[in-house]
């Protein structure tokens, strides 16, 4: 099946650093892998949509001078968290569209990246 | 809006049988999702229903009505295993983006 890695699984900073998260698709190609966020017992809110080789679209509220997402190949996406603040805190997942899927246009999810922010 | 609403929590007994509901607005519609969530991971896919009617895999199955925008999750014979949260997602016609409901946290009891 499918299989998508987030790196790292979770990071603890401090405020101010930036953090970078990354997405990879392991076996199959992902023009589009999409990012969200999820704070603790909400659902999951899309904060972008990465297209590669193109800018990502973001979501109304996101900041996309604070959340940089560059999606340079088929495979990988990153989500780079820029002066992280406290309220940044929270479970950052993403998700691969499978390009040449079963046509279900099926997102399997990463495992996650919980970021903590000091 | 594409608002998804779905129960907040439900209880059930290990063996039973629980019926998950889901409504969504059908303007722009193009499938629906279910998803499950354990506690601190993240979601894995269950089921996809884009045509009327239940689709069957194993101890779960999907259910979609696209006129009255109603979907169900069904689980039969309850394990321990799937206290979990489900989670409703819908898919917008011409866009791969999901939206997902708040998810129904289950709990399944001895």
């Known amino acids: 099946g499918a299989v998508v890695s987030q790196h790292p699984s979770w990071v603890i900073c401090k405020s101010g650093t930036s953090v970078k998260i990354e997405c990879r698709s392991l076996d199959f190609q992902a023009t589009t892998m999409f990012w969200y966020r999820q704070f603790p017992k909400q659902s999951l809110m899309l904060m972008a949509t990465?297209?590669?080789?193109?800018?990502?679209t973001y979501e109304q509220g996101v900041e996309k001078d604070k959340f940089l997402i560059n999606h340079a190949s088929l495979t990988l996406s990153t989500l780079t968290v820029t002066s992280a603040h406290p309220e940044d805190s929270s479970f950052y997942i993403c998700s691969a569209r499978d390009h040449w899927g079963s046509g279900t246009d099926t997102q399997y999810f990463g495992p996650g990246t919980r970021l903590t922010v000091l | 809006g594409q608002n998804i609403d779905q129960p907040t929590e439900m209880t059930a007994t290990e063996g039973a049988i629980v019926q998950i509901n889901c409504t969504y607005q059908?303007?722009?519609?193009?499938?629906l999702f279910w998803y499950q969530q354990h506690a601190g991971e993240a979601p894995t896919f269950l089921s996809y229903?884009?045509?009327?009617g239940l689709e069957e895999k194993g101890r779960f199955s999907s259910f979609l009505s696209r006129s009255k925008g109603y979907s169900y999750l069904l689980l039969k014979e309850l394990q321990m295993k799937d206290s979990a949260s489900y989670l409703c997602?819908?898919?917008?016609?011409?866009?791969?983006?999901?939206?997902f409901g708040k998810g129904t946290k289950l709990s399944v009891i001895p």
């Open positions: 997602a819908r898919s917008g016609a011409g866009s791969y983006q999901l939206t």
């Open positions: 229903n884009v045509l009327d």
């Open positions: 059908t303007s722009g519609f193009n499938g």
């Open positions: 990465s297209n590669e080789g193109s800018k990502a």
